[in-house]
Structures are given as C-alpha cells and as structure tokens.
C-alpha cells in the first residue's frame, strides 16, 4: 500500500522540523555531553561518591517520588471531578491548575516560603519546621507536578465510552467494581505516564525549591542546587557532569514511559 504524504513539501517540512530539533535539543545536550567529558576518572568518581552529591540525590529522588505520588492520587481525583460532575466555578479550577505552569517557580517558592516559615499565615500553627525542611521540598513540588497528572488524566478519562460503564451496570456490577475493572485498567497508562513525568519535572525542579529549602548543605540541598554551588565555585565541568547524570535520569525515566505505553497498547489492540 502506497503511503500517502498529507503535508505538501514533506521533504522541505522534515528538513526545517530536524533542523530546529538539532539547535534547541540535540546540539546543547551534545555540548553538554562534550564539555563534561573533560573530567577525569578520578574527578568524576570522587564526584559521585562525594556525601554532598549522594545525599542531594537522595532527597530529591525521596521528595519528588513523595509528591508524584500523592498528585497521583489526587490529580486522579481532580481529573475525575472536572470530566465527570458540572458544578459552579468549574472552569476557574480547572483554569487554577494550570497556574503552576504559568506562574514563574520562583514567585511560588517565595509565596510558599513566606506562607509556610514559622511565622507564616499557615506555618504558625504546626509545631514541625515545614519551611527549610525536607517536608518544603516536597509541598512545593506538589505544587508544580500537580498539573502534569491532571492534564494527562483528564483527556482520557473524556474519552472513556459510557455504553461500557452502563454495560458493567446492567450486569450487576456495583460502582467499585466497575471502576475497578472497567475505568482504572483503560486509565492506567496515562496514570503512570502522568506520575512519571510528575516524578521526572520534581527532579530537575529549581525555582521553587531553592527559598523554601534553605540551601542548607548536607541536609536540604537538592541536585539542582549542587549544581549552581559548583558553578558559584567555578566548577563548570562539575557542573556539567551533574547536568549530564540528571539528563540521563530523566531520559531514562521518558525511556520507561514509552515502554509501559506500548506494552498496553499492544494489550488493548488484542
């Protein structure tokens, strides 16, 4: 069967499309690579056995996995009261939680700083340091990830053919157990794709981490901000060898996405 071509001057359109791929992505993550391989065997494994470094990573791999999952959960219930119920004021929530994604990162990590320290609106009634802890962290990454669960939900569960729900009814099925196995195993893929990029965005987060964590070295240091300590030292090779561990996380967790999205839809498809 003869392919048909939709886009007139195919040729010229992929030539522009991998042109433009080549200067925003392909070229800086090559130069990233580049300039990091000027490091030696010996810098790089003092470098990722160094205690800054592992328990940078450790933190933030506990503070994003923490707030990817909790938004999995209620970004699954967010999605689901915005496709299924109307109600007064829904489209203001539904414009509100894509306010992470508008609102600068640093202008919500002061905001959560100044609400949650000590003396803060919301901070003054807990007797557990929220602002400068680990527990900061992960309340602003809950507040950048939280988007990326619920708009990767939210299509999906549009989409979900109502006659299979009604179906699963009329045989006797009571509402869990039609969510069980009627709504949640057609849901699934895009709920672990929305946790995953939840998880692989709280990683590399910067802008709103870096007032409410303090910056406190060894203890609320995060990798991103063992990166900017090594470029305030002059270490740019450092630096960039961070830039390229994170990259390779990040690739690796895309990596696993993909995978789970062609496992279930080959599933689907049989």
Same mark, same amino acid.
Request: hydrophobic share 55%; proline share 4%.
């Given at each position: 069967?003869?392919?048909?071509?939709?886009?007139?001057?195919?040729?010229?359109?992929?030539?522009?499309?991998?042109?433009?791929?080549? =200067?925003?992505?392909?070229?800086?993550?090559?130069?990233?690579?580049?300039?990091?391989?000027?490091?030696?065997?010996?810098?790089?494994?003092?470098?990722?056995?160094?205690?800054?470094?592992?328990?940078?990573?450790?933190?933030?791999?506990?503070?994003?996995?923490?707030?990817? =999952?909790?938004?999995?959960?209620?970004?699954?219930? =967010?999605?689901?009261?915005?496709?299924?119920?109307?109600?007064?004021?829904?489209?203001?929530?539904?414009?509100?939680?894509?306010?992470?994604?508008?609102?600068?990162?640093?202008?919500?990590?002061?905001?959560?700083?100044?609400?949650? $320290?000590?003396?803060?609106?919301?901070?003054?009634?807990?007797?557990?340091?929220?602002?400068?802890?680990?527990?900061?962290?992960?309340?602003?990454?809950?507040?950048?990830?939280?988007?990326?669960?619920?708009?990767?939900?939210?299509?999906?569960?549009?989409?979900?053919?109502?006659?299979?729900?009604?179906? $699963?009814?009329?045989?006797?099925?009571?509402?869990?157990?039609?969510?069980?196995?009627?709504?949640?195993?057609?849901?699934?893929?895009?709920?672990?794709?929305?946790?995953? =990029?939840?998880?692989?965005?709280?990683?590399?987060?910067?802008?709103?981490?870096?007032?409410?964590?303090?910056?406190?070295?060894?203890?609320?240091?995060?990798?991103?901000?063992?990166?900017?300590?090594?470029?305030?030292?002059?270490?740019?090779?450092?630096?960039?060898?961070?830039?390229?561990?994170?990259?390779?996380?990040?690739?690796?967790?895309?990596?696993?996405?993909?995978?789970?999205?062609?496992?279930?839809?080959?599933?689907?498809?049989?």
């Amino acid at each position: 069967m003869q392919q048909t071509r939709i886009i007139l001057g195919f040729n010229l359109s992929l030539g522009y499309t991998l042109t433009f791929l080549s =200067l925003v992505v392909l070229i800086p993550l090559g130069g990233l690579f580049i300039f990091s391989a000027q490091i030696s065997a010996e810098q790089f494994v003092k470098l990722i056995t160094s205690r800054q470094l592992l328990l940078a990573l450790g933190l933030s791999f506990k503070s994003a996995f923490s707030a990817a =999952l909790v938004n999995s959960f209620i970004g699954l219930l =967010l999605a689901w009261v915005l496709v299924r119920y109307q109600f007064w004021g829904k489209r203001l929530m539904d414009t509100f939680i894509d306010m992470p994604f508008a609102l600068p990162t640093a202008v919500a990590g002061i905001a959560l700083t100044a609400i949650y $320290a000590r003396n803060g609106i919301i901070g003054q009634f807990f007797e557990t340091k929220i602002a400068y802890s680990s527990l900061g962290i992960t309340l602003a990454l809950l507040f950048v990830t939280l988007p990326f669960v619920v708009r990767t939900l939210q299509p999906v569960l549009d989409d979900l053919p109502k006659d299979v729900e009604e179906a $699963a009814e009329i045989l006797g099925a009571s509402p869990f157990q039609t969510f069980r196995y009627v709504i949640f195993p057609a849901i699934l893929p895009a709920w672990i794709t929305g946790f995953t =990029l939840a998880f692989a965005r709280g990683i590399g987060e910067y802008g709103s981490v870096v007032f409410i964590s303090g910056n406190l070295p060894f203890r609320t240091e995060i990798l991103p901000l063992v990166i900017m300590s090594k470029l305030d030292q002059y270490d740019y090779v450092g630096a960039a060898t961070i830039g390229v561990l994170m990259l390779i996380i990040s690739f690796l967790l895309i990596f696993i996405i993909n995978q789970i999205q062609r496992y279930f839809a080959k599933r689907t498809a049989k």
